[in-house]
């Protein structure tokens, strides 16, 4: 008799869900207004969550039993998807990803800027068996395969040996789940390719209905020439393109978004398949010495025409010196001045200093002109993605989303709530194809995010770029709790997409 019970009770609990407290397998979020990620305005609706899906959206009342989420005065969203996303290492050192999820983010993709791990799939398995918190995807970059067939000699074109052996490595990655192409021109291994080499990797990614996203080669002076061979690439690859983080960085440039939409506008109208996406920060965070793009960091003449483009040393934020912790917080235009010497010679001492102490000097350089971001952030093939991760060191890493909802939205007007929404949702789920994520719709994957619109707001800074926002209440992947109310619960039903937004299995 005993041992019938202790069966029974065997049985039961093998039929419950695996973590049923927390996770029934079906609940309904009540007097929410919905942000559908299509655009349209927001509406009451209830929605019912079942095994991970959105199971129905309307007039409904939970029923006997069935666990309710009062959502009243909250907004739901699909979760946000972030397309431009650096955390290839940050998913292995935390899996929790707090920075990530406290913004709404349920998805980011990795692989950007034309590096990604290699090869993938041993890193994919890494992932999965970590359980992050987060779905994820990933590209492949076209730097990481040119150096795994060029090697260390890479600063010069690739034969067309090379070519072919690059396709094949591209071909190899797209049968193994990845969503497209990445480049980043700007940068050391990347930058020696010629268009040719592009056009003929990216047409690879096409055959496999991925798609090229790219960090183009140049966003400063040179900005409209390095726009118009993106383009090019997409016409001659017939391939659709993402356009990372679109910024025109230097005094030279600034204030012409108008001129550069139109280009992107008139490609757009003879077929070209472009959408960009744009981090909602006017600054750019890295080492002192990459003002300097010739670097000739001594040469007068150099650092002079390095802190013009920027707008001056006015516009160049000390945040971190070791061998001087008081100039943090201090532009190099207040440091020269203290010091009595020109602004240059300022440029010049911190770079002396800084070699000679063997320790970088950390600088803000603020090159981006609101009137562009807010041009750009207006036109609706443009999408909202970071650019940071976990762990990183720009404030954009932990307050992208909230700060588009809280800034641009709440208090700057620039876009209605419906339209940022969709910038973090559809729009991103379009631009990889995927067909049930980043929407709300019955039978859709339930990746969803409550929010307060009247308080959601970022909170990192230059100084503190961890700082979480607030105003993010609950976020669900795939239908599991994952945050709640400032603090992440430790559930990580994350999964490995792949093309098409297909989940991907732990393959042993
Ligand atoms: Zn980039």
């Given at each position: 008799m005993r041992r019938a019970t202790f069966l029974v009770g065997i049985v039961l609990l093998a039929l419950l869900p695996l973590d049923s407290q927390q996770n029934p397998s079906s609940f309904v979020i009540l007097n929410a207004q919905l942000a559908d990620g299509t655009g349209l305005a927001l509406r009451n609706a209830n929605v019912r969550v079942s095994d991970g899906r959105i199971a129905q959206i309307g007039d409904l009342r939970p029923g006997r039993d069935e666990r309710?989420?009062?959502?009243?005065?909250?907004?739901?969203?699909?979760?946000?998807?972030?397309?431009?996303?650096?955390?290839?290492?940050?998913?292995?050192?935390?899996?929790?990803?707090?920075?990530?999820?406290?913004?709404?983010?349920?998805?980011?993709?990795?692989?950007?800027?034309?590096?990604?791990?290699?090869?993938?799939?041993p890193w994919v398995r890494s992932v999965q068996q970590l359980h992050p918190a987060v779905n994820f995807g990933v590209f492949v970059?076209?730097?990481?395969?040119?150096?795994?067939?060029?090697?260390?000699?890479?600063k010069r074109a690739a034969t067309p040996a090379e070519i072919a052996q690059m396709q094949q490595l591209v071909d190899q990655a797209a049968n193994q789940q990845i969503l497209g192409l990445s480049s980043g021109l700007e940068y050391e291994v990347g930058s020696y390719s010629n268009t040719d080499e592009l056009v003929a990797l990216a047409k690879v990614a096409a055959l496999h209905d991925g798609i090229y996203m790219t960090h183009i080669r140049d966003e400063a002076d040179k900005s409209f020439e390095a726009l118009n061979e993106e383009i090019t690439i997409a016409?001659?690859?017939?391939?659709?393109?993402?356009?990372s983080h679109i910024k025109l960085g230097t005094v030279g440039v600034q204030g012409r978004a108008a001129d550069y939409i139109k280009i992107i506008e008139d490609a757009r109208k003879r077929?070209?398949?472009?959408?960009?996406?744009?981090?909602?920060?006017?600054?750019?965070?890295?080492?002192?010495?990459?003002?300097?793009?010739?670097?000739?960091?001594?040469?007068?003449?150099?650092?002079?025409?390095?802190?013009?483009d920027v707008g001056g040393a006015s516009h160049v934020t000390l945040t971190q010196f070791k061998p001087n912790t008081s100039y943090a917080g201090h532009t190099i235009a207040d440091l020269a001045?203290?010091?009595?010497?020109?602004?240059?010679?300022?440029?010049?001492?911190?770079v002396q200093e800084g070699d000679a102490a063997n320790t970088e000097a950390i600088i803000i350089g603020q090159s981006m002109v609101e009137s562009d971001i807010k041009l750009f952030y207006q036109q609706p093939w443009v999408m909202v993605a970071s650019d940071g991760g976990i762990d990183s060191d720009h404030p954009r890493g932990a307050g992208t989303f909230p700060r588009v909802l809280g800034v641009y939205v709440r208090e700057k007007h620039w876009l209605t709530l419906p339209q940022a929404i969709r910038k973090m949702t559809s729009l991103p789920a379009q631009r990889l194809g995927w067909k049930d994520r980043g929407i709300l719709r019955e039978g859709a994957w339930a990746d969803l995010v409550l929010f307060n619109p009247e308080t959601v707001i970022d909170r990192s800074t230059y100084t503190s770029p961890a700082t979480l926002p607030i105003g993010i209440e609950k976020v669900f992947v795939n239908g599991l709790l994952v945050w709640d109310n400032g603090k992440p619960t430790s559930a990580r039903p994350g999964l490995f997409l792949g093309q098409h937004g297909k989940p991907m299995p732990l393959n042993d």
């Open positions: 309710s989420i009062d959502a009243h005065g909250l907004v739901l969203a699909p979760g946000f998807i972030d397309i431009h996303n650096h955390s290839e290492a940050g998913l292995l050192s935390d899996p929790l990803a707090e920075t990530q999820i406290a913004q709404g983010i349920t998805t980011l993709i990795v692989g950007a800027d034309g590096d990604s791990p290699w090869p993938i799939p970059g076209h730097a990481t395969v040119r150096e795994q067939v060029m090697h260390k000699d890479f016409e001659r690859a017939h391939i659709g393109v993402e356009h077929g070209v398949d472009f959408l960009a996406d744009c981090y909602p920060y006017d600054a750019w965070h890295s080492n002192l010495k990459v003002l300097v793009p010739d670097k000739q960091y001594e040469n007068p003449k150099s650092v002079a025409k390095a802190l013009a001045k203290s010091a009595h010497i020109s602004d240059v010679d300022m440029f010049i001492r911190l």
